[in-house]
């Protein structure tokens, strides 16, 4: 329900997408951003709510996400306001059949649903980030991270962790707030020989990935070697921690966890395998939607995770293109694959 001071909060378009991407964020947001002509920080907004968001779009502008490499020292340079509009943007082409719109109020900003209901995006004048042990976080935190795609393979310091703080509140939302809603919108799909059960937009962008990966592997068998999936959807929470496990929602897939590095059991961190992972599957991964844990500080290599928006921020930024296309959607059961050791 809208209230009648919230203002919505126009989309950034894509400047940087490619011509030809026929997306919902390409074709209809992208015009939107030629229009804009205010650039203030979202930052200054949050401190006076009644501020008219409708100009307050893509703050300090563009920025590489190489800005965020740890040369730049502790782990908080790499927690930078976000634009609100680009967020926006790309939550909606992620999401296009749940999110309607962010809007923002003297309670906050939201990110509204389709349903009515509110997600919070941000509180009013907060401006510090959440701390890095809190993972629970509103949706700006969650975005806040710039995740580095392929080939980047930055270095690792405590607190890089792009995509590891996640708003559950969203992820409920998305994806269902029990077990029984979870797998009312799980599907199973076949990755290479075995069937993984996910949630249906992650499915697709899954089989996706292994379209990708079919010529790939024909002229290099070894690659198969990564690729047996071990674990899908399973209600749980993360190995040694209270908080539940991306792996709740089916969002998240875990590969050939016998080859794999985990922060909590490995011996050396950062691993080298965070370095010599095989780049042509995280890059088939990313082009989808998914990021990949092996870069992150707590790194976690058999672990690729669907988050669309995360990677359509990440490619605004670096000015390589647009957003996967699928959306989530609710329907549909499938088996549950059997339990992973780590995320
Ligand atoms: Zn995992």
Not at 215 to 237: C, T
Not at 254 to 268: G, H, I, N, Q
Request: hydrophobic residues 35%; proline residues 9%; aromatic residues 8%.
């Amino acid at each position: 329900m809208s209230h009648v001071s919230d203002r919505d909060v126009p989309t950034a378009g894509c400047t940087t997408c490619r011509p030809n991407a026929a997306t919902p964020f390409a074709s209809v947001l992208a015009p939107l951003l030629a229009a804009i002509v205010a650039m203030t920080p979202f930052a200054a907004h949050a401190a006076q709510p009644d501020t008219d968001i409708g100009t307050v779009m893509a703050g300090p502008g563009r920025q590489d996400a190489r800005a965020f490499s740890p040369e730049r020292g502790p782990a908080d340079a790499f927690l930078q306001d976000s634009p609100v509009s680009l967020d926006a943007g790309c939550l909606q082409s992620s999401y296009p059949d749940q999110v309607e719109k962010i809007t923002t109020d003297a309670e906050g900003t939201w990110v509204v649903l389709r349903t009515g209901q509110r997600i919070l995006y941000a509180s009013p004048g907060v401006q510090t980030v959440t701390a890095v042990d809190d993972h629970d976080v509103d949706v700006r935190t969650s975005m806040r991270q710039i995740y580095p795609l392929d080939p980047d393979r930055p270095d690792t310091p405590v607190g890089f962790e792009p995509g590891r703080l996640r708003s559950y509140a969203l992820l409920r939302a998305l994806y269902g707030g029990d077990p029984a809603q979870v797998r009312r919108g799980l599907t199973s799909v076949d990755f290479f020989g075995s069937s993984v059960s996910m949630a249906r937009p992650a499915a697709r962008a899954l089989e996706r990935v292994r379209g990708r990966l079919f010529p790939v592997v024909a002229k290099d068998v070894s690659l198969l070697e990564w690729l047996h999936p071990a674990g899908g959807q399973i209600w749980r929470k993360i190995a040694g921690e209270s908080r539940l496990s991306p792996h709740s929602f089916g969002i998240a897939v875990d590969l050939a966890p016998d080859r794999s590095a985990y922060w909590r059991w490995a011996k050396v961190s950062p691993h080298p395998q965070q370095r010599s992972y095989p780049e042509v599957i995280v890059s088939a991964f990313e082009e989808e939607g998914f990021i990949w844990g092996g870069k992150w500080h707590e790194f976690d290599t058999m672990h690729f995770e669907y988050r669309p928006e995360l990677i359509c921020k990440a490619r605004h930024l670096q000015g390589v293109g647009t957003t996967p296309e699928e959306s989530p959607e609710a329907g549909g059961e499938g088996p549950r694959t059997k339990l992973s050791t780590s995320f």
